[in-house]
């Protein structure tokens, strides 16, 4: 790089040019990210912790606005009803012992018995013999260290025999003799335990969409992939509540209505394709995904149909979104069915962004189990059925004769006995012991009656899509990233995903009369866009060159320019940051043209 | 109340009705607020947990509209520059360390010796005595609790001496030999440890303001006030960086150009007043908050100005809102002056929803001390000064005779060392001591030189505005309820705040084609508003009326009814909530009509 060298004597502004044909994408944006506010490393002047990001303004803004394109697109305007609801990140034990977390939310790690270092077993593995090892056992994992004698990659030194690390955050709740609590590895439980109270909410109607978005922890061993992998993020999840009886009619219903959601074409590998070593992606509509079994319940290709088209909106295309069914072994604890959303990136290739789990009765049945709590839905019949039903009643003499001075004692506890249990009991086994008498079948009237029963308790099954709004982000600013042909930097973010709606300048900043009209007038502007809730970036430092290249370099897609002509006549200059061409427009037109691109 | 017993047997809906006027609007609100998804305690199938709440899609909704008020008044519209950042909940040691937490983020607390029942002392002495303790040391409590013989209210059994108990969620970060880590107990630290990072986004300016809204966890001892004492729950900071030398310059020169600020009149409480036993406010402007001394920093007066003009445009009348500055044993342990902003609740009198406190240097100077950062501001001189400097440089060949072989590693030494450093050694001691060699002044030149000085780096000032979203929502809530003429609830909130802009309703559903078309027109409607991005409560169950009561109840400033007369020349009515009245429109002015009011 001959040509580097010499002209990077030359000029400093040059170098800065030349290099970035040499930098990747993901260099060039870890650079922007950190000199113009979007994202850095946390805890820097502590000497960071893996695993932590900050968000400066123009990147939280950024991620704030790709949750309302999430609430847009997967909350208000889908075709069933949806509640956001938000639940603490703090979580008592007994939630994520009911929800598997406990015993299955787990990494295998491995130790060097030389320089304690610790590693992810797995990890360490596959880069040692380059293999994937996802889902075996601690044995399994064990045999392959001894067998390819994997060593400490630092030091040369043995490892210990791998085993599971809980990857929960653990606390305490109360500051003195607390109470175990962990943090929420996943939004969904806050929305399991809530079902009931949701679905009252909902007046009782299926299916039932609740959605959450919020922080979340889980404590990996050494993250190593950035903004791509870290210990606390934001997560995106909808819990969708149903019927299985009834998802294929609701789903083609849905359907019918909406033909280009039914349309909407997805990049798909199958569990199937990937057995038989295919790594190529067949195409498939939403009915097709139906029809053809690719999903197991059709809710599963709705919601992936609709995150296909949500990732489309915010600047992904479509040949570099896919989803790729996991296999057995690859599957969470909770999930019947699991598709990962992959968007490619230049530097990690393939990355999952969302997943689209079929967690069926799973969830809501061990909250059911552990907290003895009623999570189920009535299913009325659409007629009342007659059903034929005995009932049982107690000859109070005849079991005074049994029971003897224990007869009150014992009339109570049958009084409060379930009826059920108690036929049950006398069915099986010819007799029931209460406060310990036994008593035969003969004091007891049993008789068969018909009655109507309107419905029935049902567990729903669920659907879930979920997806992390970081690596979102980073595939989001990845894909937006253009270098123009002059060598600058230009974030060509949709509109509705850019950091600012518009930027406004005063063409020439200084004292002279003009120039302090120009100043007032830009600021007069920009006071009156954020009255009318319009985001605006103002800057008045450096010739307006610069500052379109400020505003190019954050995606700010409008800019208006204050200039000599607007104190005269106002009028003042509209740019586009994607054509980069200019139009003169009336101040008073200022606000309907802004919006018009917002649409 | 042998009317009320006379009425519930008659009717069921009067039998509410009734009641409502023998309830609080506390006890009115958390039976709404569960019944129609505000809130309600978090956890309540596993019996719950004190201090944790779970929001439901109104509640959730309202939240995030507050956090958009207080973004507009706090961040967009003012008069400063304003940043706002997202950073980790968790937090590393040493961070909560150098910030004085871990030393004094703690509350006193007592354990029974008979049952172990844990309580907060100060708490549990204000209870028994009636007086306020805050503040007090542990063998002051001690010595009351001793005094007045308290013991346990639960179990009468004696008391152990107070001790503090750290209020820091305590966790660890690696799931295995972790290091320690708490979750962060407010937002700022992330903006103090991150201040020079925006200080260069902001093109190294002051003042500088950076904001953060986020949850935060504070472990108490046993909450017991709902909504209002949380262990996690939502901040919204402010940690405004300025140099104190300009600050009365900067804020006069902002109050000159806006009027209404500077005349913004505030109900304040001061410590000198609480000393003197008053307990009534005094009304200030201002500009006589800054002229009369009131705030130990004009900076204090200007963001306590926009907090109250914040919580009056969310729907807070102004005689309920007071300042209330915290007496010298009542503040924390960053702070030179304290003031409360309260807001008077039915239930809990006068009660703390924001903290307005003069931070001074002290955490950026705790961090500087605990990361050697640089985290100061080059103050540049209007004019570079001259100084006189003294330089120093030693003479090698007398360094050599007296170093003797140890002469290459004690040059070195020197020339890494600081050279401020290294004179005032010489000058206080007569020697250095390097590498173990002791040197006298005679081996060195020393020269005095007349340097330019063009700036000098400071340790800025932060006064801190501080909000507690929970509290917010409930104290908006609580201003917002009414109860009607015919005893219905209606939530008059502010129209920014309500959780959707608008309800629409088909006049009556039904199978009839006419039926059929309205229902279709209101769903069309629904659609197109939504693709406008204005949020809708559609709602087609039961007579219209009580519809209106449903939207009534949430607060839904809008209503839409396609009726007969939609189907036939597509006009709607539209209904205020606050005023009852309606009005017909055409669906082409449906759009234009709801922005018009929340302009």
């Given at each position: 790089m001959k040509i580097n060298k010499f002209l990077s004597i030359m000029c400093f502004e040059w170098c800065i040019v030349v290099e970035r044909n040499n930098k990747s994408k993901y260099e060039i944006l870890v650079d922007l990210a950190k000199r113009r506010g979007i994202f850095w490393p946390a805890y820097e002047i502590y000497g960071g912790v893996a695993g932590f990001y900050d968000f400066g303004p123009v990147g939280l803004s950024i991620k704030n606005n790709i949750i309302n394109e999430w609430r847009y697109h997967l909350i208000h305007s889908v075709d069933v009803n949806v509640l956001e609801i938000e639940t603490p990140i703090i979580t008592p034990r007994i939630v994520l012992k009911a929800s598997g977390h406990e015993d299955h939310f787990t990494d295998p790690i491995t130790e060097c018995k030389s320089c304690g270092r610790v590693y992810r077993a797995d990890h360490l593995i596959e880069e040692a013999i380059n293999k994937k090892v996802e889902g075996l056992s601690m044995e399994e994992l064990w045999k392959i260290i001894h067998e390819h004698n994997i060593r400490c990659p630092e030091c040369g030194g043995e490892l210990t025999k791998p085993k599971p690390a809980l990857l929960l955050f653990k606390t305490e709740i109360g500051p003195y003799k607390g109470t175990k609590a962990y943090l929420r590895p996943e939004t969904a439980q806050g929305m399991f335990i809530n079902f009931k109270n949701l679905l009252n909410i909902a007046r009782n109607k299926l299916p039932l969409g609740i959605a959450q978005i919020g922080r979340v922890g889980r404590n990996e061993i050494s993250p190593r992939q950035g903004l791509l992998r870290l210990r606390e993020f934001t997560i995106m999840e909808l819990e969708f509540f149903f019927d299985p009886e009834k998802s294929y009619e609701e789903v083609m219903n849905i359907l019918e209505k909406r033909k280009e959601l039914r349309n909407e074409r997805l990049n798909i590998l199958t569990a199937k394709d990937k057995l038989e070593g295919k790594e190529e992606t067949q195409t498939y509509t939403t009915i097709e995904l139906i029809e053809e079994n690719?999903?197991?319940?059709p809710w599963m290709a709705y919601w992936m149909a609709i995150g296909n088209k949500f990732l489309r909106e915010i600047g992904i295309p479509i040949n570099k979104i896919r989803f790729v069914e996991k296999l057995p072994e690859e599957?969470?604890?909770?999930?019947e069915q699991t598709f990962d959303q992959e968007v490619f990136t230049e530097k990690y290739g393939w990355f999952e962004v969302a997943g689209y789990s079929y967690r069926t009765t799973y969830d809501l049945r061990r909250h059911i189990e552990y907290s003895k709590a009623d999570l189920t839905f009535f299913k009325r019949y659409e007629k009342p059925k007659k059903v034929k039903k005995k009932k049982i009643a107690p000859n109070p003499a005849k079991i005074k004769e049994i029971a003897g001075e224990k007869f009150p004692s014992v009339m109570k506890a049958l009084s409060e006995m379930d009826k059920e249990h108690l036929l049950s009991e006398l069915e099986n086994n010819g007799y029931v012991i209460i406060q310990d008498v036994k008593i035969p079948e003969s004091p007891f009237y049993v008789k068969e009656e018909e009655v109507l029963v309107h419905g029935e308790k049902i567990i729903p099954h669920v659907v879930e899509p979920s997806f992390g709004l970081e690596r979102i982000l980073y595939v989001v600013l990845e894909n937006s990233l253009h270098i123009t042909s002059d060598q600058k930097i230009v974030l060509k973010l949709p509109y509705r995903v850019a950091p600012y709606m518009v930027a406004v300048f005063p063409l020439v900043t200084g004292t002279k009369p003009e120039h302090v009209k120009m100043i007032n007038l830009a600021k007069k502007i920009k006071e009156i866009l954020i009255s009318n809730r319009i985001t605006v970036y103002y800057d008045e430092e450096g010739s307006i060159g610069k500052r379109y290249v400020r505003a190019d370099e954050i995606g700010i897609p409008l800019a208006i320019t204050v200039d000599y002509q607007s104190i005269e006549d106002n009028t003042v200059t509209i740019r586009y940051r994607d054509t980069r061409e200019q139009k003169r427009i009336h101040i008073g037109e200022i606000i309907k043209e802004i919006l018009s691109h917002f649409k």
């Open positions: 690719i999903v197991t319940n599957k969470a604890h909770y999930s």
